[in-house]
């Protein structure tokens, strides 16, 4: 499942966009062009690990905003940047900078015991960048079209791959007060992905009584989410307190469904579900 894409999209629901399209009066777009910082927290219901159909509960700090043209955007475990300021009144926007996360599928909470007999992995540390083009009032005077991906290494030499996750993400206000997100995402793993996370060697398949499998690189996983995001004090403009909630599904493919891990210990079809809180300033 791609949690990760999930998790990033879960804090674009919990407070204002940072996009012109919210601008139509000076004093908005005034707004929205100034430095501006989110915080929040939250807590996730998602399988223990991708492919599991044991579900835990995490928490999820969240760290969003714009300083100085530059906008901050939350991943899981880690942040992007997006170094493009867009104008305020652009019809078309862009976005590139650099992605740093952490990833510790399989390193703990494993609730299975054949897995978990199987042997923790080793915490991820992935660097790469990020980057996409958005389109502008589309539907209405606020709304937005984003194509965006995600390419990312790991440095820490867990997994040693590389991943690329696309996504397609429509926002709108529905109300004053209120924001929705659907997003469409996928993910691509490499050889050395699938084999660290999908394979099971001689020696886990001796600890674990699970049947040796090779895992492949290639697509792992499509993922439809929704958000939604409200502004306590009934403004999405003015900052302040906000609820965010998160309603994902996602579908492991290819080795990634058939490996022993999904096919025999877990479930192909992954849920997760998130509420939080979140403070502008």
């Known amino acids: 499942m791609s949690i990760s894409r999930s998790l990033a999209?879960?804090?674009?629901?919990?407070?204002?966009?940072?996009?012109?399209?919210?601008?139509?009066?000076?004093?908005?777009?005034?707004?929205?062009?100034?430095?501006?910082?989110?915080?929040?927290?939250?807590?996730?219901?998602?399988?223990?690990?991708?492919g599991s159909d044991d579900y835990v509960v995490s928490p999820i700090p969240i760290v969003q905003g714009r300083v100085k043209g530059i906008t901050i955007s939350p991943r899981p475990a880690g942040l992007a940047l997006d170094l493009i300021p867009d104008a305020p009144d652009a019809r078309i926007g862009f976005a590139l900078g650099p992605v740093a996360t952490i990833s510790r599928n399989r390193v703990n909470q494993i609730k299975d015991p054949v897995v978990r007999a199987a042997g923790k992995l080793d915490t991820a540390v992935e660097l790469g960048a990020s980057g996409g083009v958005s389109a502008y009032r589309l539907l209405n005077p606020y709304d937005s079209l984003s194509l965006s991906a995600?390419?990312?290494?790991?440095?820490?030499?867990?997994?040693?791959?590389?991943?690329?996750?696309?996504?397609?993400?429509?926002?709108?206000?529905?109300?004053?007060?209120?924001?929705?997100?659907?997003?469409?995402?996928?993910?691509h793993i490499d050889d050395d992905y699938a084999d660290y996370y999908y394979s099971v060697s001689p020696t886990q398949s001796d600890a674990s009584g699970l049947p040796q499998f090779q895992a492949k690189g290639g697509w792992e996983s499509v993922s439809a989410t929704m958000l939604v995001g409200y502004d306590l004090s009934g403004d999405l403009r003015d900052g302040g307190f906000a609820l965010f909630s998160i309603a994902s599904y996602s579908r492991m493919v290819n080795d990634s469904k058939d490996t022993p891990y999904t096919s025999l210990r877990g479930d192909a079809d992954q849920w997760l579900l998130?509420?939080?809180v979140a403070y502008s300033f």
Do not use: C, H, N
């Not at 990312?152 to 867990?158: L, P, Q």
């Open 9 to 50: 999209l879960l804090a674009t629901a919990a407070v204002l966009p940072a996009t012109p399209a919210f601008a139509d009066e000076a004093q908005d777009r005034d707004a929205m062009t100034r430095d501006r910082i989110t915080v929040g927290v939250g807590a996730i219901y998602g399988p223990s690990y991708d």
């Open 150 to 187: 995600d390419v990312k290494w790991d440095v820490a030499g867990a997994y040693g791959g590389m991943t690329w996750a696309p996504s397609i993400t429509y926002m709108t206000p529905v109300s004053k007060a209120a924001l929705v997100t659907l997003a469409l995402s996928a993910k």
């Open 274 to 276: 998130g509420l939080g």
